[in-house]
C-alpha cells in the first residue's frame, strides 16, 4: 500500500509537470539573493503592526482599567477597545483583497500603510472635552480604522510576499515567506508586550496616561519607516505575467474550482485566530487575576512579554520545517502538539495558577502558544498563499484571512462568556483551553482536505488554473493584459501548442 502511495505521488507529479510544461509563461530569471529577497521582506514585514497594535491592546486594556477603575470597566467601550480593529481588519482585508487584484499590489499596500500610520496616532492621542466616557469611544472609533490598515496588510501585503519568494532559491522559499510575515507578527506581539512594561516602568506605573498613550503611539514607528521603504517596490513577476486587472473576472468559474478549498482554508484560520488572538488580548487579564490587586503594571506586564516571547521559537524553528514536512503536515503537527498541551493545562489548572508558580504557568502557557505558532501561526497564511491562482489570490487571501479576523473578534467576546456555572475563576480558565484544544484538533481534520504544497505551488497551480479555464472556453489571454493592449491585438494561442490542457 506504501508502494502504490508513493507511486500515486509520482504520477501527480509528473502530471503537474506536464501541466506546467504545456503553459506558455517562460520561466522567471533566478535573481541574486539580496535583490530577490528585498520585496519579500518589504512586502510581508508590515504585518509586524499587526502583531504590535493586536497585543499592545491588551495592556492598554489592563492600563485603563487601573486608571478609570469602574468607570471604564462598565462602560462600553471596555468590551469594544479590544476587539473593535479586528472589524476594521475585516473591512480592511476583503477591500483591499479587492483593490489589490483589480489594481496594484504596491499602491494597494501604500495606501494601507498610510491608513495605519494616521489612524494609529490619532488613537494614541484620543481626547473628546475633558470627558473619559467620550475619549474611550473615540479610541474604540480609531481602532476600527486602524484595523482597515492592518486588514490591506494582508491581501496586499502576504500576497506580494509569497509571489515575491517565488524568485528565491528552492528549498527555502516557505521558511522566508513564514520569517517575513508570521515571525513578524509575533515579534510584534513580543514588542507589543515589552513596549508597555518598558513604558510602565519609566512613568513609576501611576502615570497611567502616559503608559497607554506611548504604548499605542510607539505603534507609528515601525509602518512609517516601512513605507519610505516600500516606495521603492515594483509589482511581483507573477502578478504581472497571470494578473485579472484588465480583464473580466470569471467568479463563477473560480468559485466552481476554489470554493471547497477556500472553505476549509477559511475555517482553519478562523479557528486559530479564535484561540490566539483571545489568549494574546486575555494574557494579560489572567497574569493580573492571578496577581489580584498586588501586582503592579510591571509585574504583569513583564510576565505577560515572558508569555509572548514563547510565541518566538515556535515561528522561528517551524519555519523550516514547512519546507521539509510541508505547510499542511506542519500546519497538522503543530495543532496536535498544542492540543495535547491544551488539555494538560486544563488538567492542571488549578494548581498552575497559584502565583508562587506563576513562572511554571508562564512557560507551560507559552509552549502551548508556540506550537499553535509552529501550526497554523506559520502555516496557514502560506496556505492561503499558495492554493489559489494569481489573478484571484488577493481576494481569495483576504476572504480566509477576514474569516480569520472575524473569528477572533468572535473570540473576543467568547472567551468572556465560557465561565463555569458556579463562577469558580479556575474552572472558567479551565474550560477555556478545553475548548481551544478541541478546536485545534478538529483544525488539524480539516487540514487533511487540503491540497500540498511544495516549491513550486504558485507556478503550478496559475498553470492548472489557466488550463481549467480554457476547458471551460475562457480566453487565457486575458491573464496579464496591459492596460494599454485589446484582446483583439493579441494573437490566438495554437490548440496544437498546449494538447496538454485539453485532456
Known amino acids: 500500500m506504501f508502494w502504490r502511495k508513493k507511486n500515486e505521488e509520482v504520477v501527480e507529479e509528473e502530471r503537474e509537470q506536464d501541466v506546467i510544461a504545456a503553459s506558455a509563461e517562460p520561466p522567471i530569471d533566478q535573481k541574486p539573493f539580496m535583490q530577490a529577497i528585498w520585496p519579500v521582506l518589504a512586502c510581508g514585514a508590515g504585518l ?54 483589480k489594481w496594484s499590489r504596491k499602491d494597494s499596500l501604500l495606501i494601507s500603510t498610510v491608513i495605519l500610520i494616521i489612524f494609529t496616532a490619532l488613537a494614541a492621542g484620543s481626547y473628546y472635552k475633558g470627558d473619559a466616557v467620550g475619549m474611550f469611544n473615540i479610541l474604540a472609533a480609531w481602532r476600527f480604522f486602524v484595523g482597515i490598515g492592518i486588514g490591506g496588510e494582508y491581501p496586499a501585503g502576504s500576497v506580494s510576499c509569497a509571489e515575491s519568494s517565488g524568485e528565491l532559491k528552492s528549498g527555502t522559499r516557505n521558511t522566508w515567506f513564514i520569517l517575513f510575515t508570521n515571525s513578524m507578527i509575533d515579534w510584534g506581539f513580543v514588542f507589543g508586550a515589552f513596549v508597555p512594561y518598558v513604558v510602565a516602568a519609566a512613568a513609576d506605573n501611576i502615570y497611567y496616561s502616559t503608559i497607554w498613550r506611548t504604548s499605542l503611539g510607539i505603534g507609528v514607528v515601525f509602518p512609517l519607516v516601512l513605507f519610505v521603504l516600500r516606495l521603492r517596490l515594483k509589482e511581483p513577476e507573477e502578478f504581472s505575467r497571470n494578473s485579472m486587472k484588465h480583464a473580466k473576472t470569471p467568479y463563477m468559474l473560480v468559485f466552481r474550482y476554489y470554493g471547497f478549498r477556500l472553505l476549509i482554508v477559511s475555517l482553519i484560520w478562523f479557528i486559530y485566530d479564535f484561540s490566539a488572538y483571545s489568549f494574546g488580548i486575555y494574557s494579560t487579564a489572567i497574569l493580573s487575576n492571578i496577581y489580584g490587586d498586588s501586582g503592579s503594571l510591571t509585574t504583569v506586564f513583564g510576565w505577560n512579554t515572558v508569555i509572548n516571547l514563547f510565541y518566538i521559537p515556535g515561528t522561528m524553528i517551524g519555519a523550516p520545517i514547512s519546507d521539509r514536512l510541508g505547510p499542511r503536515n506542519t500546519l497538522i503537527l503543530g495543532q496536535v502538539l498544542q492540543a495535547v498541551v491544551g488539555f494538560i493545562m486544563a488538567g492542571c489548572y488549578a494548581k498552575l495558577s497559584h502565583p508562587s508558580v506563576v513562572g511554571a504557568f508562564a512557560v507551560v502557557y507559552g509552549i502551548f502558544l508556540s506550537f499553535g505558532e509552529l501550526g497554523p501561526g506559520n502555516n496557514i497564511g502560506l496556505l492561503a498563499a499558495k492554493t489559489c491562482a494569481t489573478g484571484v489570490r488577493g481576494q481569495y487571501y483576504g476572504i480566509a484571512a477576514a474569516f480569520g479576523k472575524i473569528g477572533a473578534f468572535v473570540g473576543t467576546y467568547v472567551f468572556k462568556k465560557i465561565v463555569s456555572p458556579d463562577g469558580d475563576p479556575i474552572k472558567s480558565s479551565q474550560y477555556k483551553f478545553y475548548v481551544s484544544s478541541s478546536l485545534c484538533i478538529f483544525a488539524a481534520g480539516l487540514a487533511l482536505l487540503l491540497p500540498r504544497i511544495d516549491q513550486d505551488t504558485i507556478t503550478k497551480e496559475d498553470a492548472k488554473f489557466r488550463a481549467y479555464l480554457e476547458s471551460k472556453g475562457w480566453d487565457t489571454r486575458q491573464l496579464g493584459l496591459r492596460k494599454e493592449e485589446s484582446i483583439e491585438s493579441l494573437p490566438v494561442e495554437s490548440d496544437e501548442a498546449t494538447p496538454e490542457t485539453k485532456a
Open 48 to 101: 509586524f503592526s499587526d502583531g504590535y497594535v493586536n497585543n499592545v491592546i491588551g495592556s492598554v486594556n489592563t492600563t485603563l482599567g487601573y486608571q478609570y477603575d469602574k468607570v471604564y470597566s462598565d462602560s462600553n467601550a471596555a468590551s469594544v477597545v479590544p476587539a473593535i480593529a479586528f472589524a476594521g481588519t475585516v473591512v480592511g482585508q476583503l477591500f483591499f483583497g479587492y483593490l489589490s487584484d
